[in-house]
């Protein structure tokens, strides 16, 4: 339900446009922001939306999220001008639907490990669910109580993403007795002692701490951002290739969506067969997100996957490209069925790839950094088509962007991942080398030796450290 209603509610209201654009007498590319902010402000707001998951919780911040999106909609219905709508249901909803989206998506990371591409292929099947319901609700709504009505129904909907979020139990670590809580209190208590003693007999006494202190403050301040987001993973190979694959890929990704319904009524189909291509679109992709999350699981596709993930992509974008040779209505159909499936396959394992790469423990900041930087393409994709169809006076020209950004995203990340999963196993075939090296393994027995040696030759001032030491180890190595 969160993840259905942050992806297919934005597409959903586009029902509603065209008596809002008489309404306040505006222009299609005017009104058309409307769901572009909000399709932006859901995806760059993904690093509030980690911070305030990784401080308190997917609970509370999916129910906080579905109250203002409840507030933004019932907002919308007294709106008197173009620029309120921008904000009431761009910003506001936007924001609640992002504190739906992220949550949503780093709890299946949490709850799943060994079938997690299936997990995440039956919640991602949310969003073809919902836009198939939304499309004749909100058609029902519009021919019985106009838009403003609507919006207030619609906002009160909404406020079923709070009843969702309270289903979101958290998963906490075990409680700790008090027993094994006094011996951790011991044992650091010991571990701070045997290192301050240390100190003290290995270094000098007089030495200027106002330059370690400053280093500490500003250590405090890094470690509390990387807290909440961990901006060390822009040295992450994986997730840096992943990144720039996606950002390009967004360039191409919402404007065939946008634009099929409008293109089936340039070529002189009817506007309930036009609707139906997105009936057509949205049931194949219901279909597609399970299966590949299936296909994802199995034991011959999840140690590539990334290899899946980018043939998607250029599957989708070659499915575009060839979209201009389909003339009639039956052509725009087989496009359909094609276009549901590469876009099911694509959404299925967006965050199942990315979680892949960087592990669950990272996923929550890498969701959140990603979302920044998609969302300006997410913002930019479907205007630049627009201004394409306006330039041209023909749809084609927009189908073949998208459909090449799309070949290119595909053919980058596959290239890529290649070259990531090749230095991978250099790294790994390095390390177990290193670690069967006997001469390294005879180096460091040496070493340890000798210190042995130099320690029993110190005299008797340092037994007590010594015996401190000793006992330390055995108490670790017995836990």
């Excluded at 402000?41 to 911070?51: K, L, R």
């Excluded at 299946?108 to 292929?121: E, Q, T």
């Excluded at 699981?297 to 996957?305: H, Q």
């Excluded at 969302?375 to 930019?380: E, G, K, P, Q, R």
């Amino acid at each position: 339900i969160s993840i259905g209603f942050a992806y297919a509610f934005p597409k959903g209201i586009a029902i509603f446009f065209k008596e809002i654009q008489d309404f306040f007498d505006t222009s299609y590319s005017e009104i058309a922001w409307v769901s572009s902010i909000m399709l932006a402000t859901t995806y760059g707001a993904g690093p509030i939306s980690s911070i305030l998951v990784n401080r308190y919780g997917s609970r509370p911040v999916v129910i906080f999220g579905g109250l203002l999106c409840g507030i933004g909609m019932v907002s919308a219905a007294f709106c008197t001008s173009i620029l309120q709508l921008y904000i009431c249901v761009g910003f506001i909803t936007g924001f609640g639907l992002a504190l739906n989206l992220q949550p949503s998506v780093i709890i299946i990371g949490k709850y799943f490990l060994k079938r997690r591409p299936i997990a995440n292929g039956l919640a991602m099947a949310g969003s073809p669910v919902m836009l198939c319901t939304l499309a004749p609700l909100n058609q029902f709504l519009f021919d019985n109580f106009g838009w403003r009505g609507s919006f207030l129904i619609l906002g009160a909907i909404l406020l079923n993403c709070c009843v969702a979020g309270a289903l979101f139990r958290p998963i906490g670590a075990a409680t700790v007795s008090v027993k094994s809580q006094v011996t951790e209190e011991g044992k650091d208590a010991l571990k701070e002692e045997v290192t301050k003693n240390a100190m003290e007999m290995s270094s000098p006494t007089n030495i200027p701490t106002e330059n370690k202190i400053e280093e500490e403050g500003e250590k405090d301040c890094c470690e509390k951002i990387n807290q909440y987001l961990d901006f060390s993973l822009f040295k992450h190979r994986g997730f840096l290739i992943y990144l720039i694959g996606n950002v390009l890929m967004f360039l191409g990704f919402f404007a065939p969506i946008v634009f099929l319904a409008p293109y089936a009524k340039h070529i002189g189909i009817d506007e309930y067969s036009a609707a139906f291509l997105l009936s057509i679109l949205a049931i194949v992709d219901m279909i597609a997100r399970p299966t590949t999350g299936i296909i994802a699981n199995s034991k011959w596709v999840r140690p590539r996957i990334q290899y899946f993930f980018s043939f998607s992509i250029a599957f989708n974008g070659t499915c575009h490209l060839l979209c201009p040779l389909a003339s009639g209505y039956t052509g725009l159909v087989i496009y359909s069925v094609f276009f549901g499936l590469a876009f099911g396959m694509v959404c299925a394992m967006l965050f199942e790839t990315l979680m892949d790469l960087v592990g669950a423990a990272r996923f929550t900041s890498a969701v959140g950094l990603v979302t920044i930087a998609e969302c300006c393409t997410i913002l930019l994709g479907p205007p630049i088509g627009g201004t394409l169809i306006d330039t041209f006076g023909d749809y084609k020209y927009m189908f073949i962007k998208c459909g090449a950004v799309m070949v290119l995203a595909g053919t980058f990340l596959f290239i890529m991942n290649y070259y990531n999963y090749r230095m991978l196993a250099k790294e790994e075939k390095e390390r177990k080398a290193k670690q069967e090296d006997p001469k390294s393994v005879r180096t460091e027995n040496e070493g340890r030796n000798n210190w042995n040696k130099e320690t029993a030759q110190d005299g008797p001032e340092l037994e007590p450290l010594k015996e401190e030491q000793e006992g330390l180890k055995k108490e670790v190595n017995g836990t």
